[in-house]
């Protein structure tokens, strides 16, 4: 089993969006996958609770819970954990950080949004454990500021995924009834943008798919 931490300190940075997104990714590549909520505002439980399927399973818990959990999940055969985690970086943030096999930082490109990335990073280190930055909410309309950013955030060492998540609607609009891009099937550009991020988590993470089945 490994363990994909989504840590960022500002709220609306994109961790369920791309949590729930890169979950159903999983499970469509044929991996067993669950999600737990660190977030007191269970935005990833609620999106379970308006979903017509059952996989995959989001549970909310408290971080010091998280060790627990993985022993279990890994006992039960699961192959993927999704830790989405509070807007902090807290104690609550670094014990997510620490069991994670990837630490996985989504921001948004404003300056505000890159400030915020520092205590972040401090986090990352002090976990000790790989991180990949994405760039998300990126506009499809103008490119201002995203080189800046791209820039920033690699001068802070750390690694960046090389495609941008667009503010896309279908990102938004897929959650209303409990669904992710990859399930609206409408919008081929977001269905690429969530099959690039979630290669790059497999590799990264040493994931195996199985035989016969594509990653997303
Ligand atoms: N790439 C995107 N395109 C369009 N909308 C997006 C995108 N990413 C996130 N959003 C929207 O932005 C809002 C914040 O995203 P999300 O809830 O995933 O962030 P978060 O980091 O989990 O925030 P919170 O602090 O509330 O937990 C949501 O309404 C979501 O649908
Ligand atoms: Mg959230």
């Keep these: 089993m490994r363990t994909l931490s989504v840590v960022s300190q500002k709220g609306g940075s994109g961790r369920t969006t791309l949590s729930v997104n890169l979950a159903v ?3 469509r590549a044929g991996l067993s996958c669950a999600i737990v909520d660190l977030d ?6 609620k999106w379970s609770q308006r979903r017509k399927s059952e996989a995959p399973e989001v549970i909310t818990a408290v971080a010091e819970q998280l060790e627990s959990i993985q022993t279990k999940a890994a006992e039960g055969g699961l192959d993927l954990l999704i830790i989405d985690s509070a807007p ?25 949004d890159l400030d915020a990335l520092k205590p972040v990073l401090e986090l990352v280190e002090m976990a000790r454990r790989p991180a990949l930055g994405v760039l998300n909410g990126v506009s499809t309309q103008t490119s201002l500021d995203v080189e800046e950013a791209r820039d920033a955030i690699k001068a802070r060492g750390v690694e ?3 495609a ?13 009834d409990g669904r992710t891009v990859i399930e609206a099937g409408s919008d081929a550009k977001a269905i690429r943008e969530i099959g690039g991020l979630f290669a790059a988590v497999v590799e990264r993470m040493g994931l195996e798919i199985p035989a016969g089945e594509v990653a997303a």
């Design 88 to 112: 902090h970086a807290d104690r609550a943030a670094l014990l997510a950080c620490k069991v994670a096999d990837l630490i996985l930082i989504p921001t948004r490109a404003s300056i505000l």
């Design 164 to 176: 941008y998540i667009h503010e896309r609607v279908i990102y938004k609009r897929s959650l209303i």
């Design 40 to 45: 007191p505002q269970a935005s990833g439980w």
């Design 160 to 162: 960046l995924h090389a």
């Design 25 to 27: 990714a999983a499970e």
